[in-house]
């Protein structure tokens, strides 16, 4: 998720003029969705395939957003509420409050250093991880007040991975904790850890829906179903290569697998895989949502990638700069472009 000139010049909650185009930056101060070599020394990876069927292809350009949002630094993670979209800032370590009806930038809190690893909402706080300095710990774990827009409490655990997912779901916080395999079940009354379950080494993310905690297991090409019922792993599925980050909607669990850039749909009931689609995405970085009827993909080089539930395929798809996180609601396409420096806002509806 990367950024460029203009919006440096933009105070914080001003509103941007739709005319202003995304831009590449090829230095990229960070890249927390983990761009490989070749981009962190300012040249550019191979663009990703892509989808080959005919008119499903687009450029970024034909999108016209409802509104852009300044956010100096690398807008990344993201999630959405009842009121607001919440956008975390790793080199300011700040989370920002974006107002869906007024399409201003309502506040940016403080929270731990570098935040990392995905959003979560849930208990009246945003939980936001923070990987800390890079030659130290330091890792801990903010709540962000959603009335008061402040951090309420620091707990000191923190994410597995800088590049993962974390979930609330059955009155607990999940994250994983521990490259040695382990999530973490938080009470968020107390702020207490009160179970550690045993994962796959080395898994990244967690997502939770169908009644169920999933995670992802980059390493091992698997997705791991827990019971929160019994803190008991009870399903481990073969998914595509390198699965990392995970959504759950239309009754399912969709993977998006760095590996070869495919999605896995996992059915939520049998644990099954019940489809593969070619998205033509691989590589590091990217996110998936599913919201407004659609799952919804972003890497760099192809920001937008909508998959219809309906058909399993990929029905459009833009190519240019921007993207690498991506949410979906408020009738709205959530985009974050790391490199640009903002937070793009736009129709589901595109032609």
Same mark, same amino acid.
């Given at each position: ?23 590449q930056?090829?230095q ?12 962190? +020394? ?6 990703? *395939? ?6 499903? +292809? ?21 999630? #959405? ?16 409050? #974006?107002d ?6 309502l ?25 800390g ?19 309420v409490a620091? #707990? ?10 974390v ?6 916080? %999940? ?13 968020p ?8 379950i ?9 997502n ?5 905690? %999933?995670?992802?297991? *980059? ?13 008991q792993?009870?399903s ?5 290569p ?5 959504t ?5 669990? %969709? ?14 009931r049998?644990?099954?895989?019940i489809?593969?689609?070619?998205a033509?995405i ?6 998936i ?25 990929v029905?459009?798809?833009w190519?240019g ?31």
């Amino acid at each position: 998720m990367h950024r460029r000139f203009i919006h440096a010049l933009l105070p914080l909650g001003l509103s941007v003029p739709l005319y202003f185009a995304l831009g590449q930056n090829p230095q990229s101060p960070q890249d927390p969705q983990g761009a490989p070599p070749a981009a962190k +020394k300012g040249g550019r990876r191979p663009p990703p *395939p892509g989808v080959s069927t005919p008119g499903v +292809k687009r450029e970024m350009s034909a999108i016209t957003p409802e509104a852009v949002f300044p956010v100096e630094g690398t807008p990344d993670w993201q999630v #959405l509420t009842d009121d607001a979209v919440w956008v975390t800032n790793g080199p300011r370590s700040t989370v920002h409050r #974006l107002d869906p009806k007024t399409n201003k930038v309502l506040a940016a809190v403080t929270v731990g250093k570098r935040p990392c690893s995905g959003l979560a909402a849930g208990f009246g706080t945003i939980w936001v991880p923070n990987c800390g300095d890079r030659t130290g710990d330091g890792k801990s774990l903010s709540r962000i007040d959603m009335q008061t827009n402040e951090v309420v409490a620091t #707990l000191p655990i923190g994410p597995a991975q800088s590049e993962g997912g974390v979930a609330t779901g059955a009155g607990s916080f %999940w994250m994983v904790s521990d490259q040695k395999g382990v999530l973490s079940r938080i009470d968020p009354a107390t702020n207490k850890v009160i179970a550690e379950i045993t994962v796959p080494e080395k898994s990244a993310a967690v997502n939770f829906g169908e009644d169920a905690a %999933w995670v992802t297991t *980059p390493g091992a090409n698997t997705l791991t179903r827990v019971d929160p019922k019994t803190n008991q792993v009870t399903s481990t599925i073969a998914v595509g290569p390198g699965p990392r980050f995970l959504t759950v909607g239309a009754g399912s669990i %969709w993977t998006l697998n760095q590996g070869d850039g495919t999605i896995s749909r996992v059915d939520g009931r049998t644990a099954k895989v019940i489809a593969t689609i070619e998205a033509g995405i691989p590589g590091n970085g990217g996110e998936i949502a599913f919201g407004e009827g659609y799952v919804w993909a972003t890497i760099p080089q192809i920001p937008v990638s909508q998959i219809d539930p309906a058909t399993n395929t990929v029905v459009k798809q833009w190519v240019g700069p921007g993207g690498d996180s991506i949410r979906a609601g408020h009738g709205s396409v959530w985009l974050s472009n790391l490199r640009e420096g903002n937070v793009w806002r736009f129709t589901a509806k595109q032609p």
